[in-house]
């Protein structure tokens, strides 16, 4: 039952085919005999998510009205506060951290029905994009563990592909949902900056952060958009505009839509040939059931990923000050004074790749360096998505590789910053932009690992992705879960 | 050579909104510690702040109340340090874009006024304290308070206008007095809801270039900002006649020994790496929001002051007295509106028992009927006091209070003609003697009328009474 898809599982315990009980069970054995193998947890609920099943049962059996994703078993990206239960963002600072309070998304998912399994191992501090940073342990791929599952939200994607759960919320800042998602055969969404809140999830850089679905498929991503979007007062950069229905999206026709081809997205070096590949399979797809392709230019793309390095370590450098030591979280044992405790603290908490950025932030924005760094990034932003602005003009979506290749093996970009922040060179416009992405499985390489297709709309266009993705999705089926060897 | 000083004074207003800045916790003074937090002012992981409109509010009326250009469009920037009291930290304060610039407020300086110019005022939030376990120097432990955390502060700038301490005073006086009209701060400098930092350097008069300046701190009443820029324009001017030069530094105010000192430890130079939060969006006011506000502007010190001399027929000194506090001179302006009289007399009658009124033990009533009854005879001034102080005590009407105890004297000349003839009556030698020209005697007269009246007969009347039936 691990393989039914997000509806069919909601449309089974409405119907009374299966409690929630009886699902949530058969998850939790299948996690305890797969997590080891992939490491997509960091914290499961065992007696916590059963007896929030057996509620969901009791408000059931009392004829209650019922949420859309009633006694349905999720988990959530480590980075989402979620009260009373551990919330560590993959940092050894927050290892025994317990939020009082609930992230926006963690309480939409609750306010669904839906049951929490547990909390997502990821990227530290979602900084990274193979989910090797966790302070946890890296998480591998489910269609072959000796390669990542892309990152920073690698946990909820290998956790969906392993049929450890029927969707997940991750966050995307450069790719975070996205590239994941595409290395693990996987739908993941990254919607509009601000459709959903950001309250209490835990920021890395806070104006490209944004919180969006990972499912098995596009017609699940769409009712899972739908559960978590929506305007929130206590994020004052979340906008307040009616939630579309978004299945309905995912099933109309995309008849008429013009779907545009950036020219400098396949001009990249580096772009795998199996992923060549697949593009042109996702195109055909589309125009094959009546879309028309058309050539585009963004002309500003090969700025896009110095931008983003110079943008979000400089938010994430002060977004990350807070970690000192004084109020909550780990402290390192020291006789000495108040700065030497912060100091260790931070030395000790933070790993390798946390303090890389936060270092590049710190001195992009410091005295003499500001303009020349953040300031000119913050034009070059605005230039790239005046390049979009100029291209949704002309078309509805715009089609893409989500990564340049397939899942690399472990360990092989670790030693190399720079290289591992080049796969997420699809991915970063879209947050500069603000716009909304999704990624949907549209092939395999030869070596039998997924790649993903990328598409992108204008500001609240997502029906438009869901729309796109599900044809993709519909000629170009995948399988539900990754065969997992010894599954 | 003769100096003169260049004086330029910041002021950190403490807004009195209920609720704090970025959050809904209490912005109240004098809580238990930690008492009014929430994981939004103690800077949890994931949490956002949102802008209370309140509080924008109150810096829009301060800015139109000082003449200043409110902003359409403002920027809330990060301040990024490391302190335990800041628990994000960063200190979210507008940097670059502030609400609002240029503006000024005019002060009395050698009897005319002087424009003192406000650069400009711009929101941010407060920090936390720290309470140290003993000394500071080597404390065992210290702890922090965050319910100070993002309590709304405005900081109001201003040119370095003022050229004497006395102006500075003038200056500090008067924006406080415009805050408390608009009720916006409670104005209190000793519970540091405003606070005041001192920008002063001195000059060789008729040079235009500034000296170098000293920034003064930690001054907690309008007679110790005074003292301290005294102090640190005598401390300047001496340094440079000794042939020294002034070191540009943070100095503290020492209330006990009346010094400044520089302030402990190395300075560290601080690069704050000033960004625009990017978890606010840019404060955007419309005209139709601003002219609502200008609708709440009430009338301010200067003009009330103004208004009071000129048209109720007070002194300017007296207005001023009353002015001193938007409720005691609107406390005067509803006595006079019930009883009129001589507005001389409501004014006295007010600034006597300003106390009262602030503390809202009397009514308009009690003084407007207190002067009244005063003018027309109906009591003396003694039992007028006596009166007051009644009400006071008991929060009865003052006519009330007047019949039930008896206080009303006897003004009826007809009444008292039956009492008047039974005392001449009674002292036949006395009224032969003062008919033969004693006329001293005719206090001996009104003391025995008063005595058989218990006090309650008018004596000016008595005395009209008896020099007609003695005549
Ligand atoms: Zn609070």
Redesign the interface.
């Known amino acids: 039952m691990h393989e039914w898809t997000l509806q069919e599982a909601a449309r089974k315990v409405r119907d009374k085919e299966i409690s929630s009980r009886e699902l949530t069970r058969a998850l939790l054995d299948r996690i305890e005999r797969i997590n080891p193998k992939i490491n997509a947890y960091v914290t499961v609920l065992h007696d916590k998510a059963m007896a929030e099943a057996t509620a969901r049962d009791e408000t059931q059996a009392k004829g209650e009205a019922l949420g859309v994703l009633h006694g349905v078993p999720l988990g959530l990206k480590d980075i989402f506060c979620t009260r009373g239960i551990r919330t560590t963002c993959g940092s050894r600072i927050l290892s025994y951290f317990l939020p009082p309070y609930d992230a926006a998304v963690a309480e939409k998912v609750a306010a669904s029905g839906a049951v929490l399994l547990g909390k997502h191992n990821m990227d530290e501090f979602a900084m990274g994009s193979s989910t090797e940073t966790s302070h946890f342990g890296p998480t591998r791929n489910p269609w072959a563990t000796g390669r990542i599952p892309g990152g920073s939200s690698g946990g909820t994607a290998a956790a969906v592909a392993a049929g450890l759960c029927y969707a997940g919320v991750g966050t995307d800042t450069g790719g975070s949902i996205r590239q994941p998602a595409s290395l693990c055969g996987v739908v993941g969404v990254k919607p509009t900056y601000g459709r959903v809140s950001r309250y209490g999830m835990i920021a890395f850089a806070s104006s490209l952060d944004q919180g969006g679905p990972v499912t098995r498929t596009v017609p699940d991503a769409a009712m899972m958009l739908g559960v978590i979007a929506g305007h929130d007062r206590r994020d004052s950069t979340s906008v307040d505009l009616p939630v579309p229905d978004y299945p309905a999206a995912a099933e109309r026709p995309v008849k008429g839509m013009k779907v545009g081809l950036p020219r400098e997205y396949f001009e990249v070096e580096g772009l795998d040939p199996a992923v060549r590949g697949a593009m042109e399979k996702a195109l055909d797809a589309l125009v094959v059931q009546g879309a028309q392709a058309v050539e585009i230019s963004l002309p500003h793309t090969s700025f896009a990923v110095a931008t983003y390095y110079i943008i979000a370590p400089a938010e994430a450098s002060s977004n990350l000050a807070r970690y000192d030591g004084v109020r909550y979280g780990y402290r390192a044992k020291v006789a000495g004074g108040l700065i030497e405790m912060m100091s260790r603290t931070r030395a000790e908490g933070f790993g390798a790749e946390v303090k890389r950025r936060i270092m590049i932030g710190t001195y992009a924005l410091s005295a003499g360096y500001y303009e020349a760094y953040y300031g000119k990034a913050q034009k070059v932003r605005t230039l790239i998505r005046r390049d979009f602005d100029a291209a949704f003009a002309k078309v509805d979506a715009i089609l893409t590789p989500t990564s340049p290749t397939p899942a690399f093996r472990l360990g092989e970009k670790t030693g190399d910053p720079l290289t591992m922040y080049l796969s997420d060179i699809f991915t970063i416009p879209c947050n500069l932009a603000g716009i909304p992405g999704i990624s949907v499985p549209c092939g395999m390489s030869a070596e039998g690992l997924p790649i993903g297709a990328q598409l992108l709309a204008g500001h609240f266009r997502e029906e438009t992705l869901f729309t796109a993705a599900a044809a993709i999705e519909r000629a170009l089926p995948h399988p539900p879960v990754a065969p997992l060897e010894g599954a | 050579m003769e100096f003169e000083a260049v004086i330029g004074l910041e002021v950190h207003a403490q807004l009195s909104t209920q609720s704090k800045i970025f959050c809904a916790c209490s912005a109240a003074f004098g809580a238990p510690p930690n008492e009014n937090t929430c994981?939004v002012c103690?800077?949890?992981?994931?949490?956002?702040?949102?802008?209370n409109r309140k509080a924008v509010e109150f810096t829009i009326r301060t800015a139109l109340a000082t003449s200043c250009a409110v902003q359409s469009k403002s920027v809330f920037a990060?301040k990024?340090y490391?302190y335990?009291d800041l628990?994000?930290?960063?200190q979210i304060s507008q940097y670059e874009l502030p609400l609002a610039l240029a503006g000024h407020i005019d002060i009395e300086a050698d009897g005319g006024t002087k424009r003192i110019g406000i650069t400009r005022i711009h929101m941010e939030e407060d920090a936390g304290k720290l309470v140290h376990e003993g000394e500071f120097a080597g404390a065992q432990a210290?702890l922090?308070d965050l319910n100070r955390c993002s309590v709304p502060l405005m900081e109001i700038v201003s040119e370095p206008d003022m050229r004497t301490p006395e102006e500075g005073g003038a200056y500090l006086r008067r924006l406080r007095d415009i805050l408390v009209y608009l009720e916006v701060c409670d104005g209190n400098m000793e519970e540091g809801s405003f606070r005041c930092d001192a920008n002063v350097s001195v000059r060789p008069k008729g040079q235009k270039e500034f000296g170098t300046k000293a920034e003064l701190k930690n001054m907690n009443s309008f007679r110790n900002v005074e003292k301290a820029l005294e102090y640190e324009i005598r401390r300047q001017v001496e340094q440079i006649e000794d042939g020294g030069t002034v070191a540009q530094e943070t100095r503290l105010w020492d209330a006990a020994a009346n010094v400044t000192i520089p302030m402990r430890g190395k300075e560290e130079a601080h690069?704050y790496?000033?960004?625009p939060d990017?978890?606010?969006?840019p404060l955007i006011v419309d005209d139709a929001w601003i002219d609502a506000l200008r609708k709440t502007i009430p009338e301010l010190p200067a003009e009330k002051v103004a208004r009071l001399a000129s048209t109720c027929g007070i002194s300017r000194y007296d207005a001023e007295l009353l002015s001193s506090s938007r409720a005691l001179a609107d406390f005067f302006e509803a006595s006079v509106k019930i009883y009129g009289g001589n507005p001389k007399v409501s004014a006295n009658e007010c600034i006597h028992w300003k106390d009262a009124v602030a503390a809202g033990k009397i009514s308009p009533e009690t003084i407007a009927h207190a002067v009244e009854d005063r003018e027309t005879g109906k009591i003396s001034a003694t039992a007028s006091k006596t009166l007051v102080e009644l009400v006071i005590r008991t929060g009865k009407p003052l006519r009330q209070l007047r019949e039930e105890k008896g206080l009303s004297q006897v003004s009826d000349a007809g009444a008292l003609e039956e009492t008047v003839a039974k005392v001449i009556a009674a002292n036949p030698k006395e009224a032969e003697s003062y008919r033969n020209g004693k006329a001293g005697l005719l206090s001996f007269f009104v003391g025995q009328v008063m005595k058989e009246t218990k006090g309650k007969a008018n004596p000016k009347i008595v005395q009209e009474v008896l020099k007609k039936k003695l005549g």
């Open positions: 994981p103690t800077g949890m992981p994931g949490v956002l702040p949102v802008l990060r990024n490391f335990p628990p994000k930290a960063y210290s922090a690069d790496r000033y960004f990017p978890d606010l969006l």
